[in-house]
């Protein structure tokens, strides 16, 4: 099977746009969950989709956005882009993320100057 | 709210020793808890995972082991290599489609 694909793989930004990224699962997998790592902090959780439905979500700002089609294909939004936002986003697909293997994809990294 | 700590955020071991991280979390409702491995512009990968009804996995040089009850539970490696040096992260989930990481462990294993 193909792996988990993110597109694209870097972004350059200014302060006040918005970006959006994408993430392919595994197929087969309809879960798709979306981190942010940064180097001092880990992998901080941003949301879970299922299915097209958000099932939970992490502690970010509602410039942070998502959404997952009927395919399973998702995406990540972030407006009003701020310096802190620099990071590596991952997404990682699962057939159920509560007690099985998360398939990582390669991430976005995002500069945001 | 959810919280997984991990130690210690960096390790140095020499090539032939063992390398142990320990987690704790908060959420009493985590029933899985996978370890990843990540290296250096790479993205995390499972090494290993262990379900709550189990205490302890083996896979040949890796080991996990958990204490429920203390809400504890720990990543053994023996006979460490250089190609053992990595980022290592913890993880718990089960509480509701949320998985919580540890925020990493930085091993070193000198050749």
């Known amino acids: 099977k193909a792996g988990v694909t993110q597109t694209p793989r870097y972004l350059i930004k200014t302060r006040g746009q918005q970006v959006t990224l994408s993430c392919s699962p595994i197929?087969?997998?309809?879960?798709v969950s979306w981190y942010q790592q940064t180097p001092g902090q880990g992998l901080q959780f941003l949301f879970e989709y299922f299915s097209e439905t958000q099932r939970n979500k992490g502690n970010f700002p509602g410039r942070f956005s998502g959404r997952q089609f009927s395919n399973s294909r998702s995406e990540m939004n972030v407006s009003t882009l701020e310096l802190g936002d620099s990071a590596l986003y991952l997404c990682a697909s699962s057939t159920d993320p509560r007690r099985e293997t998360q398939y990582f994809g390669p991430g976005t990294r995002l500069l945001v100057l | 709210g959810e919280n997984v700590e991990q130690h210690p955020s960096t390790l140095s071991v020499q090539e032939g020793d063992s390398a142990v991280i320990k987690c704790t979390y908060s959420?009493?409702?985590?029933?899985?808890f996978p370890w990843y491995k990540q290296e250096l512009g790479k993205r995390p990968q499972l090494i290993i995972d262990i379900r709550s009804n189990v205490g302890e996995k083996k896979d040949q040089r890796i080991a996990v082991t958990l204490n429920k009850t203390a809400k504890h539970f720990s990543l053994h490696i023996t006979e460490t290599q250089p190609e053992d040096s990595a980022v290592y992260f913890c993880?718990?989930?089960?509480?509701?489609?949320?998985?919580?990481f540890g925020a990493g462990t930085r091993l070193f294993v000198k050749a």
């Open positions: 197929s087969g997998h309809r879960s």
């Open positions: 959420d009493s409702a985590s029933n899985y």
């Open positions: 993880a718990a989930s089960g509480g509701g489609f949320k998985t919580i």
